[in-house]
């Protein structure tokens, strides 16, 4: 059954339906229609920028990212744009503008936000006005490769550079390196991850390391996919009790014992662009569509092909639906059980841009720079 799909003033009028795309468990069947009338609603949106200069042609792309906390929307933007809005009145309570695009974050603390920009700066904003505290040049571009706690930032840059500074003065702590890939890789890098006194990295040359994270020194290495294509590790990796799942491009999942990286299984997916894990369950979105694995094992629950060659984004998981952007589809949404497509919303601008779920709100950015608030009726799995 071909998806139906409605247009935002359908659904700012309440009234958008749509049916469903195929999913399987190891074999394709359709969804009836639903509707959305009583599930999802425009609450607001709110356009970076207004009048877009005719340059980004009909079809631009947005990699900005956006993140609510505590009633506040945070937003960053590849025009330049780093924005806090208030979640009650759809204004602006700071705005800043840099003159380059912004690659990395919002990472928000309870203390401030960070963005990296395409040159390799990190910058730490306050997060009640805006204003730059301090920045740190890495030396080459931070793709969706940034993280932080109370303590700590951490990057990795497009130079197979990993960076460590003080969250609090942007004061270098420690770096090191790999070689760079001399093979073809995909866009961005994995965001390292911090975690019980250890920081792992993936690179481009589709190692895996574990860093010691008071000096950096390197705890274990391991090459994943040393015989794939594509070997470098763009998805960021995530722990659960003690073992690390992580995405080799064009190699697939792996999940990794955490004390010395050995191989507890392997699944061949191509393009992993997120890894949701819960209970026993892993929900990834993939250049395959949307997988349920069982994380013990890594067997499929069922495969949801969404669109097939798709570019979708990584997922958001909630109780009930899972929620993803599917480039030139729309936000397409999914039964998180049974993996059928529930509906699908289009804007009329493609979506390149991940969404962002909270209690009864589900916020995403449109491809041409407008952040949509929606008010849904779910709420995250995991928080």
């Known amino acids: 059954m071909k998806s139906r799909q409605f247009g935002i003033g359908a659904l700012l009028a309440g009234l958008i339906i749509a049916g469903g795309c195929s999913s399987s468990k190891e074999a394709t069947v359709s969804t009836p229609p639903q509707s959305a009338q009583y599930h999802m609603s425009i609450d607001w949106t709110y356009p970076l920028d207004p009048n877009p200069p005719k340059a980004l042609g009909p079809n631009p ?32 309570k700071w705005k800043t503008q840099f003159d380059l695009p912004v690659t990395a974050g919002p990472i928000v603390t309870s203390k ?28 080459a ?67 895996i390391v574990g860093y010691a994270l008071v000096n950096g020194t390197a705890v ?22 003690n073992t690390m799942y992580v995405a080799s491009s064009s190699g697939g999942l792996y999940a990794l014992a955490l004390d010395d990286g ?23 979105s993939s250049q395959s569509g949307i997988i349920r694995l069982r994380r013990s094992d890594g067997q499929t629950y069922w495969v949801n092909t969404v669109q097939d060659g798709a570019l979708i984004s990584p997922l958001q998981v909630g109780k009930s ?42 916020t995403l950015m449109s491809n041409r720079s407008t952040i949509y608030r929606m008010r849904i009726q779910d709420t995250p799995l995991i928080k």
């Open 61 to 92: 792309l947005e990699l900005g990212s956006v993140v609510s906390v505590q009633g506040v929307t945070y937003a960053t933007s590849q025009r330049g744009t780093v924005i806090a809005i208030d979640e009650k009145t759809a204004q602006p």
């Open 112 to 139: 401030a936000i960070f963005v990296a920009l395409n040159d390799g700066t990190i910058v730490r904003l306050s997060k009640a006005k805006g204003s730059e505290i301090w920045r740190y040049d890495t030396g």
């Open 141 to 207: 571009a931070v793709e969706n490769a940034l993280t932080a706690t109370k303590e700590f930032v951490a990057c990795t840059n497009a130079n197979n550079r990993v960076f460590v500074l003080d969250a609090e003065t942007g004061a270098l702590k420690w770096r090191r390196e790999r070689p760079r890939s001399q093979e073809f890789a995909m866009y961005g890098q994995a965001a390292p991850i911090i975690h019980n006194d250890m920081v792992y990295a993936g690179f481009s040359d589709g190692y």
């Open 220 to 241: 274990w290495s391991r090459e994943l996919a040393p015989n794939s294509r594509f070997k470098d590790l763009d998805t960021s990796p995530v722990i659960v009790d």
């Open 262 to 284: 050995h191989t507890i299984w392997h699944r061949e997916i191509f393009g992993i662009s997120s890894i949701v894990p819960f209970q026993n369950n892993i929900y990834l």
């Open 321 to 362: 639906s899972i929620y993803a952007t599917v480039q030139r589809l729309g936000l397409v949404v999914l039964d998180r059980r049974e993996g059928t497509t529930q509906y699908i919303v289009e804007t009329g601008s493609d979506f390149t841009s991940a969404p962002f779920l909270t209690d009864g709100a589900l």
